[in-house]
């Protein structure tokens, strides 16, 4: 059993809270305070229940060294700013330094630790330095979903520092939309997947077969699909590593009749020729350009799926939706869904970027569950166990 945030007394107990707060960061300032604002309840909940909070994060890939560019003190701020109340901010978070201000804490304060990934030792789960973070701490709390399908110290191995320990309200939510409301799903559920990279979605693909009523396939990662289907698709991006698994795919959908690839695509020399660009149908893509986007009949054939649906998981965009010559398909695609969710769909959105997307044509706000996560939730909707959920038994 995981226990959830309410179950504890926290009155006078110093949490220590593992958020991800790996969020993008330019000239020293946050520009997408999504990841923040999603742990507000649990902050919020922690400090009225008159706790002490110590919260620590991982940012970007430093490699076990201190790197300026991704110190979390621009993250702090954002969450003071948030919060509207001061922040502590420790420069190493696990310095005696820093141990003495959490012990200095009162309740209903803060301290935020710097980058956890300043210390290989984080990455590689040493259990020295899992021991160093829990003494921050008389409570885990965990709410860093999008880092929950790794086993670093922060999240596993400092979780068999506690007893008391558990997840906290983001974590709550997206286990409820990726998992809980998942295993009995509002049908015909349709299964929407994009992006480049087909490496990452061949297990969720192949574990929704038997799942999903449906599952349209766009973006870059189609291309390998439809190379795998014998498809001549020109310069589009295909991964030859994944076309024998590509090819296992489409075998097992062909009875099942419920895989779903592009009829027709938008196409370039470049992407920074995009302003020259054609329509063909798939099978006429002209071998010295690359498919970008899809065309209008998948997206009129796609919006039609969507329509008929009642739950709908989307991860990736369609095409290459950052230029205005190729956003078309993941923008109507989006639409639709909004316009469907506002009639009673469940619309569960996971990924960076399909969430940027939303965000570029103002469509965040329509869905059912926008989650925090990327390769944590394709891991969770592909039926694998979160580590660090599981750390958090007991
Ligand atoms: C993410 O943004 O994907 C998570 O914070 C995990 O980061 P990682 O892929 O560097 O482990
Ligand atoms: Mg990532």
């Not at 699909?225 to 295909?238: F, Q, T």
């Given at each position: 059993?995981?226990?959830t945030?309410?179950?504890?007394?926290?009155?006078?107990?110093?949490v220590?809270?593992r958020v991800?707060?790996n969020v993008?960061i330019?000239n020293?300032?946050?520009?997408?305070d999504?990841?923040?604002?999603q742990?507000?309840?649990?902050?919020?909940y922690?400090?009225?229940a008159?706790?002490?909070?110590v919260i620590?994060?991982h940012?970007?890939?430093?490699n076990?060294?201190?790197?300026?560019?991704?110190?979390?003190?621009?993250v702090?701020?954002?969450?003071a700013?948030?919060?509207?109340?001061?922040?502590?901010f420790?420069?190493?978070c696990?310095s005696?330094?820093?141990?003495?201000?959490t012990?200095?804490?009162?309740?209903?304060?803060?301290?935020?630790?710097?980058?956890?990934?300043?210390y290989?030792?984080e990455?590689?789960?040493d259990n020295?330095?899992?021991?160093k973070?829990?003494?921050h701490?008389?409570?885990?709390?965990?709410?860093?979903?999008?880092?929950?399908?790794?086993?670093?110290?922060s999240?596993?191995?400092?979780?068999k520092?506690?007893?008391?320990?558990?997840i906290?309200?983001?974590i709550?939510n997206?286990?409820?939309?990726?998992?809980k409301?998942?295993?009995?799903?509002?049908?015909?559920?349709t299964?929407?997947?994009?992006?480049?990279k087909?490496?990452?979605?061949?297990?969720?693909?192949d574990?929704?077969?038997g799942?999903a009523d449906?599952?349209l396939?766009g973006?870059?990662?189609?291309?390998?699909?439809?190379?795998?289907?014998?498809i001549?698709?020109?310069?589009?991006?295909?991964d030859?590593?994944?076309?024998?698994?590509a090819?296992?795919?489409?075998?097992?959908?062909k009875?099942k009749k419920?895989?779903?690839l592009?009829?027709?695509v938008?196409?370039?020399?470049?992407?920074?020729?995009?302003?020259?660009?054609?329509?063909?149908?798939?099978?006429?893509?002209?071998s010295?350009e690359?498919?970008?986007?899809?065309?209008?009949?998948?997206?009129?054939?796609?919006s039609?799926?969507?329509?008929?649906?009642?739950?709908?998981?989307?991860?990736?965009?369609m095409?290459v939706?950052?230029s205005?010559?190729?956003?078309?398909?993941?923008k109507?695609i989006?639409?639709?869904?909004?316009?469907?969710?506002?009639?009673g769909?469940?619309s569960i959105?996971?990924?960076g970027?399909?969430?940027?997307?939303?965000?570029?044509?103002?469509l965040?706000n329509?869905m059912?569950?926008?989650?925090?996560?990327?390769g944590?939730?394709i891991e969770?909707l592909?039926?694998k166990?979160?580590?660090?959920i599981?750390?958090?038994?007991?």
């Amino acid at each position: 059993m995981v226990k959830t945030l309410k179950t504890f007394d926290l009155k006078n107990k110093t949490v220590l809270l593992r958020v991800d707060y790996n969020v993008p960061i330019e000239n020293e300032k946050v520009v997408d305070d999504f990841r923040i604002r999603q742990t507000l309840p649990t902050i919020k909940y922690c400090l009225d229940a008159g706790a002490k909070l110590v919260i620590s994060s991982h940012l970007g890939r430093p490699n076990g060294k201190k790197d300026s560019s991704l110190s979390l003190m621009p993250v702090g701020e954002a969450l003071a700013d948030c919060l509207e109340m001061p922040i502590k901010f420790s420069s190493n978070c696990i310095s005696e330094d820093a141990h003495d201000v959490t012990l200095g804490l009162k309740p209903g304060e803060i301290h935020m630790l710097e980058n956890l990934r300043f210390y290989s030792e984080e990455i590689e789960n040493d259990n020295d330095f899992s021991a160093k973070l829990a003494k921050h701490g008389d409570i885990f709390i965990n709410d860093a979903f999008g880092t929950a399908h790794r086993s670093h110290a922060s999240n596993v191995g400092v979780a068999k520092h506690f007893s008391r320990k558990g997840i906290g309200f983001l974590i709550e939510n997206e286990l409820n939309f990726l998992s809980k409301s998942l295993s009995k799903p509002a049908r015909p559920l349709t299964l929407v997947l994009g992006g480049a990279k087909i490496d990452t979605k061949i297990n969720l693909i192949d574990h929704y077969i038997g799942i999903a009523d449906k599952i349209l396939i766009g973006g870059g990662m189609a291309f390998t699909l439809l190379k795998a289907r014998g498809i001549d698709v020109g310069e589009s991006i295909v991964d030859q590593s994944k076309i024998s698994a590509a090819s296992k795919l489409i075998n097992k959908a062909k009875s099942k009749k419920n895989l779903f690839l592009p009829k027709d695509v938008v196409c370039s020399k470049s992407i920074e020729n995009g302003l020259k660009h054609n329509t063909f149908d798939i099978t006429d893509i002209p071998s010295d350009e690359m498919a970008l986007d899809i065309g209008p009949k998948t997206i009129e054939s796609f919006s039609k799926h969507i329509l008929d649906s009642k739950t709908v998981v989307w991860n990736g965009p369609m095409g290459v939706f950052e230029s205005s010559f190729f956003e078309k398909g993941t923008k109507e695609i989006a639409s639709q869904i909004a316009s469907c969710t506002e009639k009673g769909l469940i619309s569960i959105m996971g990924g960076g970027d399909t969430a940027s997307a939303l965000r570029k044509f103002n469509l965040d706000n329509k869905m059912t569950h926008l989650s925090t996560g990327g390769g944590a939730s394709i891991e969770l909707l592909s039926g694998k166990n979160l580590p660090a959920i599981f750390a958090l038994e007991v």
